[in-house]
T-cell receptor
Framework: DSGVTQTPKHLITATGQRVTLRCSPR?????VYWYQQSLDQGLQFLIQ???????AKGNILERFSAQQFPDLHSELNLSSLELGDSALYFC?????????????FGPGTRLTVL | AQSVTQLDSQVPVFEEAPVELRCNYS??????LFWYVQYPNQGLQLLLK??????LVKGINGFEAEFNKSQTSFHLRKPSVHISDTAEYFC?????????????FGAGTRLFVKA
């Protein structure tokens, strides 16, 4: 158990819909990362937040957005969903925002878009 | 821009045999290097990391990796694998610039250990 929690574990929805994925980092970790893992694209970095502020952006679509709240939990919002958004979404946390820190990964949310 | 190439998508090996999973990176600056493992239906967990110092890094579960700056490689090795090592392994790189906070992951190598 990494100490990172993600809810829900599974999510099934239809094209065009909007969903919110939630992540609670390890106690004391200030940085949260979101990744998308799919068979064709592999593990793609989406976005990083550090202590409430966006710190780095990866291959995140404009239909996707994220935020980190004062209690440090984070939410990833996916809108106008397409079939291709079906994937495993991981959240990870680290103690600080610097890149030499180990990232601790949650168990993931499996999103299925029908 | 950084990139990571894992040269083998799948590596089948017999139990108790040695294994090497290959990783090459490209970056214009100094880097930090990581290997993560993902067991079925789980998130990733850190095996080992290279930040600086000795180029031979030892990690958990008997794995080790060697940083080779001239060849821009960070290959993962284990002298004798177990069935329980069957998993997907990801090499990752991040740069050391204070402004660079992204960690880039390779496509992964699926290690399959056969009895």
């Amino acid at each position: 158990d990494s100490g990172v929690t993600q809810t829900p574990k599974h999510l099934i929805t239809a094209t065009g819909q909007r969903v919110t994925l939630r992540c609670s980092p390890r106690s004391g970790d200030l940085s949260v990362y979101w990744y998308q893992q799919s068979l064709d694209q592999g593990l793609q970095f989406l976005i990083q937040y550090y202590n409430g502020e966006e710190r780095a952006k990866g291959n995140i679509l404009e239909r996707f957005s994220a935020q980190q709240f004062p209690d440090l939990h984070s939410e990833l919002n996916l809108s106008s969903l397409e079939l291709g958004d079906s994937a495993l979404y991981f959240c990870a946390s680290s103690a600080s925002g610097v890149t030499n820190n180990e990232q601790f990964f949650g168990p993931g949310t499996r999103l299925t878009v029908l | 821009a950084q990139s990571v190439t894992q040269l083998d998508s799948q590596v089948p090996v017999f139990e108790e045999a040695p294994v090497e999973l290959r990783c090459n990176y490209s970056s214009s600056v100094s880097v930090y290097l990581f290997w993560y493992v993902q067991y079925p239906n789980q998130g990733l967990q850190l095996l080992l990391k290279y930040l600086s110092g000795s180029t031979l890094v030892k990690g958990i579960n008997g794995f080790e990796a060697e940083f080779n700056k001239s060849q821009t490689s960070f290959h993962l090795r284990k002298p004798s694998v177990h069935i329980s090592d069957t998993a997907e392994y990801f090499c990752a790189v991040s740069d050391t610039n204070t402004g660079g906070f992204k960690t880039i992951f390779g496509a992964g190598t699926r290690l399959f250990v056969k009895a």
